[in-house]
């Protein structure tokens, strides 16, 4: 028994808390006061983060936008599953992300959506993968961190404040909250590398990255055009993210994920 757990501690992937820092790929965060805090720099890559916050609309996809316009430049594409509204494309386009690489994949059931979401962490054709899960067992986390290191991607889950008493396999798990005056706090409650746990104040409102060029289609048309746009020298104003009620995603038509890498789809409008 005594050789089996040695042999078993040998085991790369095992990190222990009296442990030195562990060095991860990351995606830099585009605020340097958080990635001086993560180990590697940023968001861990090949592992899954979940981001906790009490309400809807404080901020929390804000905090992945600088990160999420440098994967977009990649060959890979960037999932959003089971959205709770519908993402708004000019601001996420106005963020510097390319739309041609995102994919919006909405699940009709719950088993569906923690379905989804290990398909494309595993499938290694995702750059990263956001999702809305609701409500997650240990046993269905442990099997997307899983699926994270296997597809080489960045996973995010957002998640409720209820969830944060949870055990949870994530390699990095946050906290967002926001006070009266608007001011964004972010709680490190887990991080593999790093002692004890931190705070810090974010500000989320402020442009943290340059818009690139994206592929955009002309009005009416099929083809694709190169637009560039540049970041305002003065703060932008910040479209809300999620402009149109529940009551109208039924007409907006179902992507499907390409899990294979070679299927052709529409690009979302």
Known sequence: ???????????????????????????????????????GGGWPQAALTEVIHAQQGIGELQ?????????????????????????????????????????????????????????????????AVICWPGQADASALRRLQLAAETGDCAGF????????????????????????????????????GNVGPQSLQLKLDTPRVQALPVSWPPHGGRGRERMAETAPARPAIVRPL?????????????????LDGERQLDRMH
């Open 242 to 258: 999620y402009p149109k009620p529940r009551s109208e995603q039924a007409r907006v038509p179902q992507l499907q994920l390409p």
């Open 157 to 192: 889950l957002f998640r409720s404040e209820t969830d944060a008493a949870q055990p949870s396999p994530a390699t990095l798990r946050v906290r967002l909250r926001r006070d009266t005056e608007g001011v964004s706090q972010l709680d490190l409650i887990k991080c593999r």
């Open 63 to 127: 905090l992945l936008m600088p990160a999420l316009a440098r994967l977009s430049r990649a060959s890979r594409w960037i999932a959003l599953i089971a959205p709770p509204h519908i993402p708004y494309a000019p601001a996420l386009a106005a963020c510097g992300i390319d739309l041609s690489r995102i994919l919006l994949v909405r699940p009709q059931r719950h088993v569906d959506t923690l379905w989804a979401v290990e398909q494309a962490l595993r499938a290694g054709t995702c750059a």
């Open 1 to 39: 028994m005594t050789d089996a757990l040695h042999e078993l501690l040998r085991e790369p992937r095992i990190w222990r808390a009296t442990s030195a820092p562990v060095t991860t790929a990351a995606t830099a965060t585009g605020f340097a006061e958080l990635d001086a805090r993560l180990p």
